[in-house]
């Protein structure tokens, strides 16, 4: 690991007195800091649920999940931190992680026991405190004591200066999350190579070890639904924030960048920030899928796409997308693009239910689409010739799937199989996203002119429930009509 007691890349401008005077006074005079233990957090008990299922998926294993260290966005300054996902599934730390940390589930005879290594506070006779514009107290703010976050998180904690003694018992029957932190996955490598046979040295272990750990999180338990509502909550305001300075933001030639900084106020007010960069499409930008330079204006007339999520605290995060008519209402060619898609979202939605294929859910929204923009005249052939797979006509106006896991991640459970992703079988607490488009190119010779430079796309958040689904989404207006009202607030 990084030796992180020294300041970075700032030598030549450091003014910090090195006086062994100054040293001694700084030292001097603070005042004791009682610390009041927490009840744990409500998230404790979840996170050791499923710890417990980590560990028996991988008995005799000693498991290392890196937090991750900070990432240098430029010279010495960092880009925002944020835990990896896996150690804050596993953890219950969001957004007050300490950077560095790690969770290791040492084996035992009968499963395995968990201690969390943080850098505990360096105490005032170092000069960390004062001295360390990266991780002193003057600079970052004070770090929690190892006892404040053994009890907050109901878990063991340890100084991170011991976790050198887990690095030095590596062995071939150590795995690591290998994308968290690469100093760590490095040292687990290096010491695997002198212990271990060439097999092990193929990292498999590695690799089973981060698909369970994604495929853990398929099916959410009950702190993570409530996180998911609270977080779709949260989103709504921001969305109503947006529709409240539409005035404001039509006024500025960057409008789409007014959209952003107003989502994102109220991110940082609800939440712990976005939970991916917000796409802020106006006119033709609609069309470019994942558009976040967010430079253009908003022109009255035109529509707007705004797929945006505010992440909570604890890092779960929703992903909407509504799209709207700039002026407060919808053309006619504008509304039956619009309300194409929303048939397209509503008959995917459904069909949700327990025992379904999660690859239904993009056939069925797909079978309007098709639908649609064949009898538009846009396709060569038929919806139904076009739906078969070796067509696929309509998919040049809807490019990208229909739906994806949602949760910790935006786009969740990553490693997952894919036998247990798009071929997967929808259980209760499954939560993913149902966001069909249509999306017609400015320069598209295939479609009318009238319906260049449109964008359409309406992305909801889905939870499985026992007997079918909830959109969890469904209070921020979808309807054509819906919307238009919406926006006469
Ligand atoms: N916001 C990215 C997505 O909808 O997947
Ligand atoms: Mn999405
Ligand atoms: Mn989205």
């Not at 598209?444 to 009238?450: A, G, K, R």
């Amino acid at each position: 690991m990084a030796d992180k007691t020294a300041p970075r890349a700032t030598s030549n401008r450091s003014t910090t007195p090195v006086s062994e005077t100054f040293a001694q006074y700084i030292s001097s005079q603070w005042a004791d800091r009682p610390d009041a233990l927490p009840t744990p957090r409500d998230h404790a008990a979840f996170a050791a649920e499923r710890r417990a299922k980590v560990s028996a998926m991988h008995p005799g294993k000693r498991l290392i999940l890196p937090a991750g260290a900070a990432k240098v966005r430029s010279n010495d300054t960092d880009y925002a931190y944020r835990a990896h996902s896996a150690f804050s599934h596993l953890t219950g730390w969001g957004s007050d992680s300490v950077p560095g940390s790690v969770l290791v589930l040492e084996p035992t005879a009968d499963g395995h026991v968990a201690t969390l290594y943080f850098r505990e506070p360096a105490g005032r006779d170092s000069d960390e405190f004062y001295a360390n514009p990266e991780i002193g107290e003057f600079w970052i703010g004070a770090r929690p004591s190892l006892a404040h976050v053994a009890a907050d998180l109901g878990l063991a904690t340890a100084g991170l200066a011991d976790f050198s003694a887990v690095l030095d018992a590596v062995d071939a029957d150590t795995l690591v999350v290998r994308d968290a932190d690469r100093d760590i996955t490095d040292q687990v490598d290096g010491r695997r190579l002198l212990t271990a046979d060439s097999e092990s040295l193929e990292n498999d272990g590695d690799t089973e070890l981060a698909r369970d750990l994604s495929e853990l999180r398929l099916v959410k338990d009950a702190f993570e639904i409530a996180e998911m509502r609270a977080a779709v909550d949260a989103t709504r305001l921001g969305f109503d924030d947006v529709i409240g300075d539409l005035a404001e933001i039509t006024a500025h030639s960057r409008g789409e960048r007014l959209v952003e900084g107003t989502f994102n106020r109220r991110a940082r007010a609800e939440g712990n920030t976005v939970g991916y960069d917000t796409i802020a499409a106006s006119g033709p930008h609609a069309c470019i899928l994942h558009w976040t330079r967010n430079d253009g204006p908003v022109v009255p007339g035109d529509l707007i796409l705004i797929d945006a999520g505010i992440e909570l605290d604890s890092y779960y995060t929703a992903d909407i997308t509504r799209t709207l008519p700039v002026n407060g209402a919808f053309t006619e060619v504008q509304r039956r693009v619009y309300e194409a898609v929303r048939e397209a979202a509503d008959a995917a939605f459904a069909i949700v239910k327990p025992g379904i294929k999660f690859r239904e859910i993009h056939a069925a929204a797909m079978k309007v689409i098709a639908a649609k923009t064949a009898e538009w005249g846009f396709l060569p052939v038929s919806a139904e010739e076009s739906l078969e797979p070796d067509q696929q006509y309509h998919r040049r106006y809807m490019v990208h799937g229909t739906s994806h896991h949602l949760g910790i991640d935006v786009h969740d459970c990553a490693a997952a199989r894919r036998e247990l992703y798009l071929e997967g079988v929808l259980e209760p607490g499954m939560v993913f996203t149902i966001e069909p488009g249509l999306y017609f190119q400015p320069d598209d010779l295939s479609v009318p002119e009238e319906y260049r430079g449109i964008g359409v796309r309406i992305e909801d958040n889905i939870l499985v429930t026992e007997s079918g689904a909830e959109n969890l989404s469904a209070g921020i207006p979808r309807t054509a009509d819906e919307v238009e009202a919406w926006l006469a607030l």
